[in-house]
């Protein structure tokens, strides 16, 4: 079965739309990459000394998101906030594995769109359409032990705990493990 990652669609919820990058949206973005919770929660640095020196700017990732925005074998939407109309993050399906039918799922949320269900809904609409428009069978993801709200707003949003890997990763010397998740196509829609 192909698998139509090339449409970039605008999906709509209450909280949240998410729709393809524009160029305007870079500052927003290059914001939200530089926030010190977003790398800790992605590992994107081990340590909390690190977390304060990262320094993404527009140039850095224009030609990453506006590349993303014609890839064929993912999908990398903006978040916006419906209440302010503000980009806070991104959701996205990547690393795709067509025999398999399946693909990763992450995302990423700036302070302004923490802790009022706006991660949540971004994850089951973007799976939704993952699972039920692209036809996948299986999206599947990684938190770390230290983000449980993130579990559990994978959790709400349809994603089943698969299992642990111990000691997966060091964030300021302590060992962290590696949860697995994942949503099929068979599985109940929350």
Do not use: W
């Not at 870079?26 to 994107?44: C, Q, S």
């Not at 340590?47 to 527009?58: D, E, I, K, N, R």
């Not at 302010?84 to 990423?108: K, M, Q, T, W």
């Amino acid at each position: 079965m192909a698998h139509d990652f090339a449409t970039k669609p605008v999906l709509t919820g209450d909280l949240v739309t998410l729709r393809p990058f524009e160029d305007a949206d870079l500052p927003a973005i290059a914001e939200v990459l530089n926030d010190p919770e977003v790398g800790r929660l992605t590992m994107t640095y081990t340590s909390t000394a690190q977390l304060g020196a990262a320094h993404t700017g527009v140039a850095d990732i224009r030609d990453f998101y506006l590349r993303n925005a014609t890839a064929t074998d993912r999908l990398d939407l903006a978040i916006v906030d419906n209440a302010s109309g503000a980009v806070v993050g991104e959701a996205v399906l990547n690393g795709y594995d067509p025999d398999a039918s399946s693909c990763n799922f992450r995302i990423l949320i700036g302070p302004a769109g923490r802790g009022r269900g706006l991660g949540t809904e971004a994850t089951r609409l973007i799976t939704d359409h993952g699972l039920d428009v692209i036809g996948l069978h299986r999206i599947g993801l990684d938190v770390f032990s230290f983000n449980p709200a993130g579990r559990r707003a994978y959790e709400k949003a349809g994603f089943v705990f698969e299992g642990t890997k111990r000691h997966a990763a060091v964030f300021d010397g302590e060992r962290v493990d590696e949860h697995f998740m994942s949503r099929l196509a068979t599985d109940p829609r929350p």
